[in-house]
Nanobody
Framework: QVQLVESGGGLVQAGGSLRLSCAAS????????MGWFRQAPGKEREFVAS????????MYADSVKGRFTISTDNAKSTVYLEMNSLKPEDTAVYYC?????????????????WGQGTQVTVSS
């Protein structure tokens, strides 16, 4: 079993930046793709970004492409989400997740383990 703990959320003004971290413990990263999702109040959880366990393959939602960067440090069993040029519509609880098997994916159903989430609030 793996445990995922997100950190780095907070309140930031529009145009600002934040870096989220997701630390894994237990059975960690080897051969598992990782992803970031977010859920805004009153909305369904949505895909943000995914990365292969080697870091060589990445996928982004259109809404964050060019502004967010996903990366991984396998030595630290940590995945990051660098968020730049933040907009009020990026306000949400951000969750990291680990896939059950296979490569990168934007589908929630492919992810078996989830963190508790970290709040990101972008003020206008």
């Amino acid at each position: 079993q793996v445990q995922l703990v997100e950190s780095g959320g907070g309140l930031v003004q529009a145009g600002g930046s934040l870096r989220l971290s997701c630390a894994a413990s237990g059975r960690t990263f080897s051969n598992y793709a990782m992803g970031w999702f977010r859920q805004a109040p009153g909305k369904e959880r949505e895909f943000v970004a995914s990365i292969s366990w080697t870091g060589g393959l990445k996928m982004y939602a259109d809404s964050v492409k060019g502004r967010f960067t996903i990366s991984t440090d396998n030595a630290k069993s940590t995945v990051y989400l660098e968020m730049n040029s933040l907009k009020p519509e990026d306000t949400a609880v951000y969750y990291c997740a680990r896939k059950l098997s296979g490569g990168i994916s934007s589908s929630m159903k492919d992810y078996a383990s989830w963190g508790q989430g970290t709040q990101v609030t972008v003020s206008s």
